[in-house]
């Protein structure tokens, strides 16, 4: 596979859509089963958890958050906040709670973000918005032990420019402690050359302005945040050298990251066995936010995964990149 600019057009397009590498169901079809998933998930949540829906985070009619409550109360909890994917112009918080069942039953909160999605929301917009969600979560809910960005595709570029955030303006230093962005993407220069752009009309200058690679020399935060870049194992060759290369930069950059490439996943059901209790990311989300936090609290190391993740995934750790399963 050559460099994306020697690609022809078709090609690009085709690296860039990622219903078309999946093996479970046509294009069409996957896209139709993933919103039915995120919504079917999103219900059960609802149902089954203590929510605060639409609370407003900004003025924006967008600009609200769904949150999810952990079972058991306690004086502080990890919040992960969940950014949604749909390449900027779909998908919303409203399908956006699938993950917060196995989450708050281990004491963690679960607040999904919304963002003015193009048209009506421009890629600078999104970002400040995201960024802004983050300080308000900060400021409105004082028992947060700490923060973790759980970001999808889309919401996983999001998650990254969050990283690259000067907190200044905000008058908040948040406590970013973990990002978990899953088949993302971290240089927007190519889909300024396709067909997503048709909506999002990014100049060259505001995808390289708003692509986490270009902002990997200003991230702060080196020794107390932990990122994972995850990737579908059947996401298409430039996801997974998007993810790569954004792993390669931050590990450059002397930040904590590791690569995770999940096996018998596509860019869709990667994100939706969130819901399932004994899916890998599932765990490992559930795993890093809660050791970290008995960390804080011990005021003691911490391995990063508890002994049974460190038994039952030998090559699971912050670090290299690693692929799961692991070869037989």
Not at 21 to 45: F, M, N, P
Not at 165 to 192: H, R
Not at 239 to 253: C, D, G, I, N, P
Not at 282 to 290: A, F, I, P, Y
């Amino acid at each position: 596979m050559g460099k994306w600019q020697e690609m022809t057009k078709e090609d690009l397009e085709t690296q860039y859509s990622p219903s078309r590498w999946s093996l479970r169901l046509d294009e069409d079809a996957v896209i139709e089963a993933h919103v039915k998933a995120l919504s079917e998930g999103t219900r059960h949540a609802q149902a089954a958890t203590q929510t605060l829906l639409n609370v407003p985070y900004g003025m924006g009619e967008g600009e609200k958050l769904d949150v999810y409550l952990p079972k058991e109360h306690f004086e502080t909890f990890p919040l992960v906040l969940y950014i949604h994917g749909g390449y900027w112009q779909f998908m919303s918080k409203d399908v956006s709670g699938f993950a917060a069942w196995p989450l708050t039953t281990r004491g963690i909160a679960l607040a999904a973000v919304g963002y003015d999605v193009a048209p009506k929301g421009q890629l600078e917009v999104m970002v400040r918005q995201v960024r802004h969600s983050v300080a308000f979560a900060v400021q409105q809910y004082t028992g947060i032990s700490g923060i973790y960005l759980l970001g999808h595709s889309a919401g996983a570029h999001l998650a990254a420019m969050v990283l690259s955030t000067d907190w200044t303006e905000f008058g908040i230093v948040p406590n970013i402690k973990g990002a978990f962005l899953v088949s993302g993407i971290y240089d927007l220069e190519p889909i300024t050359h396709i067909y997503v752009n048709d909506v999002l009309r990014m100049t060259r200058e505001v995808a390289l302005q708003n692509s986490p690679l270009q902002c990997v020399p200003k991230l702060e935060g080196k020794r107390t945040c932990q990122v994972l870049v995850a990737v579908a194992q059947h996401d298409s060759p430039e996801f997974h050298r998007q993810s790569q290369e954004y792993f390669e930069a931050l590990r450059a950059a002397g930040w904590s990251a590791s690569l995770l490439d999940i096996g018998d996943t596509d860019h869709f059901d990667v994100i939706e066995k969130l819901s399932q209790e004994d899916y890998l990311l599932t765990q490992v989300s559930k795993g890093v936010s809660k050791a970290l936090d008995l960390a804080q609290r011990a005021a003691r190391p911490l391995h990063l995964f508890p002994a049974p993740y460190q038994t039952k995934t030998q090559k699971l750790h912050f670090g290299p990149s690693m692929k799961w399963p692991p070869d037989r």
